[in-house]
């Protein structure tokens, strides 16, 4: 290995430590409570090492975000394939499984990945990186997993637009279960119901 080979391999390993400990911390605590001094404490390292790394508190939670989707993607692609040879609505009602479960599973990432402003502009540096920023790829990969499990249902209709739908009603059930403003023990009904409704035929007008 060379020394600049070395180098590489230690910096992307304090990075993810990084990353790490802001993800436990937050875990433990919630994201208010996570700053760059106490992070710094926590895994000695100087504040102006960590600055090396990310330019502020909104960086990091930007890449925790982007390390979630990534998750995201994971689960949401294990659940569609595990159900690839399934009837297609079935296939779909476990991604959507699949999506709340990761949701319920870890929240705090989840608010970091939904809910809180991440700083992807701010983090990043200007105009031409917002617009480069404002759909990262391991969010695309994720919204891919949805589209491909929803396109075998899709009757004719813009498969696009029916994944943004089910992420958007996704995303609320999550919130709203979370919060308790929903009955947990109805949830998969629910799933079922939503799959049902966004998925048979269009309804006629007129």
Do not use: C
């Not at 890449?63 to 949401?76: I, P, R, T, Y």
């Not at 009837?87 to 809910?115: C, H, N, S």
């Not at 502009?121 to 949805?146: H, R, Y």
């Amino acid at each position: 290995m060379t020394p600049r080979e070395r180098r590489l391999r230690e910096q992307g390993q304090r990075r993810q430590l990084i990353l790490s400990s802001a993800r436990e911390m937050a875990e433990a605590e919630g994201w208010d409570f996570v700053t760059t001094r106490r992070l710094a404490e926590r895994i000695e390292y100087s504040q102006p090492v960590l600055y090396q790394h990310f330019k502020n508190k909104d960086a990091i939670v930007h890449a925790v975000a982007l390390e979630g989707f990534g998750e995201l993607a994971g689960a949401l692609h294990a659940a569609r394939v595990r159900h690839a040879e399934a009837d297609p609505l079935e296939a779909l009602d476990a991604v959507a499984r699949a999506y709340l479960a990761f949701a319920a599973k870890g929240p705090v990432l989840y608010q970091a990945m939904l809910t809180l402003d991440a700083g992807g502009a701010a983090a990043s540096g200007g105009a031409a990186d917002a617009e480069q920023a404002a759909t990262p790829q391991p969010v695309l990969d994720a919204l891919a997993e949805i589209r491909l499990a929803v396109e075998p249902v899709a009757r004719g209709r813009d498969p696009e637009l029916l994944t943004e739908v089910l992420w958007s009603a996704w995303h609320g059930l999550a919130t709203l279960t979370r919060g308790r403003r929903l009955r947990p023990d109805l949830t998969e009904e629910r799933l079922t119901a939503l799959t049902a409704v966004l998925t048979g035929p269009a309804a006629q007008v007129g």
